[in-house]
């Protein structure tokens, strides 16, 4: 089978198309033909050698994936041929709080070979089923971005109608946080520097929008108009003082994306005396991805895809995803 691997150094130049064995799946194991696969921000990091710069190489990237199990080990209980399923971006984290730095390490495309092939042998617990109703492309998209935000909105931040959340763009974490706030009936502010992107965040339900560059102190004007109960920060440095200002008092800032650097000052003050929770998001376990899917196939929802490249044209999609400006997921077809 072909795989993609980043080989000998990093950069989507160094992208190769190899030829691997795929091994029969042992016992606990499942052998999945891998339909279609997704980008996150972190994967273009990974490729580039920016987020670990001593991962060891060749490496095959890409977290999120779904395909159809071929062929199942001994004592595989729940899984059999013809199932659709997605990986978990977590190989180690099953269900509960982190339990330990090493859970931590175990992610996919990165330190662990990604989704970026034709077939794949993982443990049963790192597969979830996915929607009937979706797409392999949709159940691609699901892993690290529909999770991120489920996680944030639901599993910390006990989402209710009476809500207003805060969504930083219009990538892939912050169109699903904008899509499951409007299922939970919350409202819902988006943020962009594109007025073309807001009018489609509109037509996805979001009852107000800003534009950062035409509004560079956004914050107060959210604050000004009464301000929000939960924030997806995803911008890092250059965002988080606007989203601490247009927060309410004892709401909820979800740390996620570091789009603009990872350092930044911030008056602490700012957080204490409002009773202002700082709240970092990695991900989720396999039970809230299971949990999150659920709610995905009774509300009949459809991740937004802004673009499908095949997967002999995978260096394209990772060129085009960090030209940014994109609506949702880049996705790849792999069969």
């Given at each position: 089978?072909?795989?993609?691997?980043?080989?000998?150094?990093?950069?989507?130049?160094?992208?190769?198309?190899?030829?691997?064995?795929?091994?029969?799946?042992?016992?606990?194991?499942?052998?999945?033909?891998v339909e279609a696969c997704s980008l996150n921000f972190r994967d273009h990091l990974m490729v580039t050698g920016a987020y670990n710069p001593k991962q060891p190489l060749p490496l095959v990237p890409l977290s999120d994936g779904a395909g159809t199990v071929v062929e199942v080990g001994a004592e595989v209980r729940d899984l059999a041929a013809g199932d659709r399923v997605a990986g978990t971006f977590f190989r180690d984290w099953v269900a509960g709080p982190v339990p330990s730095r090493s859970v931590i390490r175990s992610t996919r495309g990165g330190p662990i070979d990604g989704m970026l092939a034709q077939?794949?042998?993982?443990?049963?617990?790192?597969?979830?089923?996915?929607?009937?109703?979706?797409?392999?492309v949709e159940a691609a998209t699901l892993p690290c971005a529909a999770l991120t935000a489920w996680s944030a909105l639901f599993g910390h931040g006990n989402l209710c109608a009476a809500d207003t959340v805060l969504v930083q763009g219009t990538g892939g974490v912050a169109i699903?946080?904008?899509?499951?706030?409007?299922?939970?009936?919350a409202q819902v502010i988006a943020t962009s520097s594109s007025d073309e992107r807001l009018e489609r965040a509109k037509a996805l339900g979001a009852d107000e929008t800003l534009n950062y560059r035409t509004d560079p102190d956004w914050g107060k004007t959210v604050q000004t108009a009464g301000g929000v109960t939960h924030v997806l920060e995803l911008g890092g440095?250059?965002?988080?003082?606007?989203?601490?200002?247009?927060?309410?008092?004892?709401?909820?800032?979800?740390?996620?994306?570091?789009?603009?650097?990872?350092?930044?000052?911030?008056?602490?003050?700012?957080?204490v005396m409002q009773n202002i929770r700082l709240q970092g998001i990695l991900v989720g376990s396999r039970a809230e991805f299971v949990r999150m899917n659920r709610a995905i196939e009774h509300r009949r929802l459809h991740p937004v895809i802004?673009?499908?490249?095949?997967?002999?044209?995978?260096?394209?999609?990772?060129?085009?995803?960090?030209?940014?400006?994109?609506?949702?997921?880049?996705?790849?077809?792999?069969?």
């Open positions: 089978m072909k795989a993609w691997v980043v080989d000998g150094a990093f950069g989507v130049e160094n992208l190769r198309c190899v030829e691997r064995d795929v091994s029969s799946p042992g016992r606990g194991q499942v052998r999945v033909r077939e794949v042998v993982l443990e049963e617990r790192e597969l979830v089923k996915v929607p009937d109703h979706l797409t392999m699903f946080a904008l899509q499951f706030a409007k299922m939970a009936g440095s250059a965002t988080l003082p606007q989203s601490l200002r247009a927060v309410r008092p004892g709401g909820t800032l979800f740390l996620i994306g570091n789009l603009s650097g990872a350092e930044v000052e911030f008056n602490v003050l700012q957080a802004d673009g499908v490249e095949s997967f002999d044209r995978a260096p394209e999609a990772f060129g085009s995803f960090a030209q940014g400006g994109h609506f949702g997921k880049v996705c790849i077809q792999v069969s």
